[in-house]
């Protein structure tokens, strides 16, 4: 995962953004986090581009 410094008015940290370039964009408290990859407890290791389509809805927050 990468961290970009941008500036991403009126979204919580947590809120999924896009998915862009097979990554995740998910803004975290300073910008914005770029993940390709991740695993939920007790799940096996899923790329980006899937966890999308599966779970994570854009503009919806994570841990909410």
Known sequence: ??????????????????????????????GILAVTRLQLSGRRVVAAREFAAAAAPMGEQLGT
Do not use: M, S, Y
């Open 1 to 30: 995962a990468d961290v970009a410094d941008a500036a991403v008015p009126g979204a919580a940290p947590g809120t999924v953004l896009a998915l862009h370039d097979e990554q995740l964009w998910i803004r975290c408290g300073r």
